[in-house]
């Protein structure tokens, strides 16, 4: 039987983060992943760091945001040099367009809230000297200058190839099927090509958390659902827009390749990843109310993602208290590219025998059974 000191169950942005930041500090480490690495969530995500777009408050969920955010230049850098994959940060920044007066309520209180990040409240003059593709019928917005965006397929390609520089397994195509427990604590974990003997398994499923076999038997679930998110991609016009913009239900994110990212829907179909027709002309809508010019884009391609999504709103990251030497990391929503540094850290610290920071613990899990 082999054996690791970790085995992280889930090869995408957040698994293979754990997976780095784990054999980073000389921790051995195993990512089993069943599919192909960013083959859910992660291969379908924009890649916004924006942590003022779905902060409610200057809370947990801010202060990790901002501080991933704040180190995710040094973190990319750090990754081309380990694993020669150039995720692609672009420090963009984010204008939220604001159409009628809700809008503009509701995006200077944002500004007055994350004032300390930057994020100040322009009028409509400034916003198109900031970007003069956004719509002339924006009556203003916030914007955030140090908001980034990256290319989340290749952040976890990244993540994953510098941890094997460290000395991780990372291995594709393998399927974890059962978690072995005995007396109360972790001793393994079942595959479709045998077990792996293991003290620690940290569950990184995405939206499958609830739902796979590695979860424990009568343990109650993890409240996570999936929720599809379809997003198209255009060819960007010339010269094309510099700035991550949002509004109107969506967003438009420029990227390096020519392209603009158009998203995203927010659908409840369960574990339905297809594009559909009605999907596609929701996006064209809402796209082009935000950046008039993509109605005379050319269309690239279409593609689909299921976000895990808790029910509370916030990731849920960290032991399980029932199961020793089991942790979980999920639930990360629309932010798991701009949590995965966080995440990584928070559950090598679990690792470590660290006690779970104070302000990360709005995150653990044990807040579903107490």
């Given at each position: 039987?082999?054996?690791?000191?970790?085995?992280?169950?889930?090869?995408?942005?957040?698994?293979?983060?754990?997976?780095?930041?784990?054999?980073?500090?000389?921790?051995?480490?195993?990512?089993?992943?069943?599919?192909?690495?960013?083959?859910?969530?992660?291969?379908?995500?924009?890649?916004?760091?924006?942590?003022?777009?779905?902060?409610?408050?200057?809370?947990?969920?801010?202060?990790?945001?901002?501080?991933?955010?704040?180190?995710?230049?040094?973190?990319?850098?750090?990754?081309?040099?380990?694993?020669?994959?150039?995720?692609?940060?672009?420090?963009?920044?984010?204008?939220?367009?604001?159409?009628?007066?809700?809008?503009?309520?509701?995006?200077?209180?944002?500004?007055?809230?994350?004032?300390?990040?930057?994020?100040?409240?322009?009028?409509?003059?400034?916003?198109?000297?900031?970007?003069?593709?956004?719509?002339?019928?924006?009556?203003?917005?916030?914007?955030?200058?140090?908001?980034?965006?990256?290319r989340s397929p290749l952040l976890a390609r990244a993540y994953a190839a510098a941890a094997r520089r460290f000395g991780a397994r990372i291995e594709t195509g393998v399927e974890a099927t059962g978690l072995r427990v005995g007396s109360g604590?972790?001793?393994?974990?079942?595959?479709?090509?045998?077990?792996?003997?293991?003290?620690?398994?940290?569950?990184?499923?995405?939206?499958?958390?609830?739902?796979?076999?590695?979860?424990?038997?009568?343990?109650?679930?993890?409240?996570?659902?999936?929720?599809?998110g379809q997003i198209l991609s255009v060819e960007a016009p010339t010269p094309a827009p510099a700035t991550t913009l949002l509004g109107a239900g969506g967003y438009v994110v420029p990227k390096r390749d020519g392209s603009l990212v158009v998203?995203?829907?927010?659908?409840?179909?369960?574990?339905?990843?297809?594009?559909?027709?009605?999907?596609?002309?929701?996006?064209?809508?809402?796209?082009?109310?935000?950046?008039?010019?993509?109605?005379?884009?050319?269309?690239?391609?279409?593609?689909?993602?299921?976000?895990?999504?808790?029910?509370?709103?916030?990731?849920?990251?960290?032991?399980?208290?029932?199961?020793?030497?089991?942790?979980?990391?999920?639930?990360?929503?629309?932010?798991?590219?701009?949590?995965?540094?966080?995440?990584?850290?928070?559950?090598?610290?679990?690792?470590?025998?660290?006690?779970?920071?104070?302000?990360?613990?709005?995150?653990?899990?044990?807040?579903?059974?107490?």
């Open positions: 039987m082999r054996t690791s000191e970790v085995v992280v169950v889930g090869g995408g942005v957040i698994g293979a983060s754990v997976a780095f930041f784990l054999a980073r500090e000389g921790i051995e480490v195993t990512l089993l992943e069943r599919d192909a690495l960013a083959a859910g969530a992660s291969g379908a995500a924009a890649g916004m760091l924006t942590p003022t777009n779905d902060a409610a408050d200057a809370g947990p969920f801010f202060h990790w945001a901002q501080r991933s955010l704040e180190g995710f230049e040094s973190l990319a850098a750090e990754l081309l040099e380990r694993s020669g994959v150039d995720c692609e940060f672009v420090r963009s920044g984010t204008l939220r367009l604001a159409f009628d007066d809700d809008d503009v309520t509701r995006l200077q209180a944002r500004a007055d809230t994350f004032a300390d990040a930057r994020l100040e409240w322009f009028d409509a003059a400034a916003v198109r000297v900031v970007e003069p593709y956004a719509a002339e019928h924006a009556v203003g917005g916030s914007y955030a200058p140090d908001e980034a965006h990256v604590r972790v001793t393994g974990v079942e595959t479709r090509d045998g077990a792996w003997s293991t003290p620690r398994v940290v569950l990184c499923s995405g939206a499958w958390s609830a739902t796979g076999g590695v979860w424990p038997e009568g343990l109650a679930r993890l409240p996570v659902a999936p929720l599809r998203g995203a829907t927010e659908e409840e179909v369960g574990f339905d990843a297809r594009v559909t027709g009605e999907g596609l002309r929701q996006l064209l809508e809402m796209g082009a109310r935000i950046v008039p010019a993509i109605g005379d884009c050319t269309f690239r391609s279409a593609w689909a993602g299921l976000r895990p999504t808790p029910s509370d709103g916030l990731p849920i990251i960290g032991p399980v208290d029932e199961v020793e030497g089991f942790a979980v990391a999920t639930g990360h929503h629309r932010n798991g590219v701009l949590l995965s540094p966080a995440t990584g850290e928070l559950i090598t610290g679990w690792v470590s025998g660290k006690a779970t920071p104070s302000e990360a613990r709005a995150f653990l899990p044990s807040r579903f059974t107490s």
